[in-house]
């Protein structure tokens, strides 16, 4: 079975500045790999995703991820963060073969300082 | 689209009072899911229905819970009794077939058990 690890609980930044959030996958063969992004009082919503093709997607507000088979990562980044993006991030992976129900890490909790 | 619609949005009971919680995936997708959301146990599958069939409630926390898709545009998830751990964020999701769908979370039921 899949699994999905976000190795960090919570990832300050200062406004203006750079981020990564951090996303390993354990499953056998290339998976389905998503980015979701929950605010306060919200539902999760999709920041981006993929499954074929490029390994650099690009996705909403500005964010990117990069699939890096080799060290089973999907880490989402963004060049300069703003206020806004305060929430909370969840990397979720689907098996490519099977049911297609969807594994979610624990997320990690952004927090943007001015 | 409204997207995934869940009613109501907050609810107060007391232990050993049954509650139930509805959805309204969106039109047209094939998968209903529900989920519970804890600080402790982060974002848990509680059942999913598939063409308005219950395909895996291996998450039900037990036979308290159930849940019901009588039709393809409505699902229920019903606590009976309710106990003060079941307090908790309940999300129902929809999607379209396919593992590299996006899932659509609707904006979440805020249980507080008394």
């Known amino acids: 079975a899949q699994s999905v690890t976000q190795p960090d609980i919570h990832i300050t930044v200062s406004e203006g500045a750079s981020l990564e959030l951090r996303c390993n ?3 056998g063969a290339t998976p389905y790999l998503f980015w979701y992004v929950q605010s306060p009082g919200q539902g999760l919503q999709l920041l981006l995703k993929y499954f074929s093709g490029d390994t650099l997607v690009q996705g909403i507000k500005g964010f990117e991820a990069e699939f890096k ?18 929430a909370e991030y969840f990397c979720a992976v689907v098996a490519s073969g099977g049911s297609y129900i969807p594994t979610f890490g624990r997320g990690t909790s952004l927090i943007v300082h001015p | 689209d409204a997207g ?5 949005r907050h609810e107060v009971t007391e232990m050993g009072q049954e509650v139930t919680l509805r959805c309204k995936p969106i039109s047209g997708h094939d998968y209903l899911f ?7 146990r982060g974002l848990e599958l509680l059942i999913y229905f598939n063409n308005n069939v219950p395909i ?13 898709m009588p039709n393809a545009s409505f699902s229920t998830l019903k606590i009976q009794p309710s106990e003060p751990r ?5 999300f129902c999701a929809s999607r379209l077939r396919g593992g590299s769908e996006t899932q659509y979370f609707g904006p979440g039921t805020r249980l507080l058990v008394l």
């Open chain 1, 25 to 27: 996958y354990s499953y």
């Open chain 2, 4 to 8: 995934v619609i869940q009613s109501p």
């Open chain 2, 86 to 90: 079941d307090s908790a964020v309940y």
């Open chain 1, 69 to 86: 088979r080799s060290q089973s990562s999907f880490n989402l980044r963004k060049p300069s963060v703003h206020w806004s993006d305060a």
């Open chain 2, 34 to 40: 529900w989920y519970r959301q804890t600080m402790m």
């Open chain 2, 56 to 68: 895996d409630d291996s998450g039900m926390p037990e036979d308290r819970f159930s849940a019901k």
